[in-house]
């Protein structure tokens, strides 16, 4: 119950100080460029990666992101930039039972 009143409260604030979700909410932001950029922000890190998918752990479950020819071009601790041809933006919500 706490949990929730502070997610709540986290809300609040950040419509009252108009301030990003994202940064409050502890959300990651994604910022695709056509299909061949994805800019992922506040990941949690990197879960799995070849060269048709790539897999990172959230906050609140995972993101899949799905495509061909994928390259990593930065990777920094909470933050990644990867270039190919993105097929697929996956978020997979994790519950109490796990992901679905």
Request: aromatic share 6%; net charge positive.
């Amino acid at each position: 119950m706490a949990k929730k009143w502070g997610q709540r409260l986290r809300k609040w604030v950040a419509a009252k100080m108009d301030l990003p979700q994202d940064v409050m909410m502890d959300l990651p932001r994604i910022t695709m460029i056509g299909q061949i950029h994805i800019y992922v922000e506040n990941h949690r890190g990197l879960l799995a990666f070849t060269d048709r998918e790539i897999r990172l752990l959230l906050k609140k479950g995972q993101l899949l992101i799905k495509g061909k020819a994928f390259v990593i071009k930065t990777i920094l601790p909470e933050e990644i930039l990867l270039e190919g041809k993105i097929d697929q933006v996956i978020y997979i919500q994790e519950d109490a039972g796990g992901p679905k």
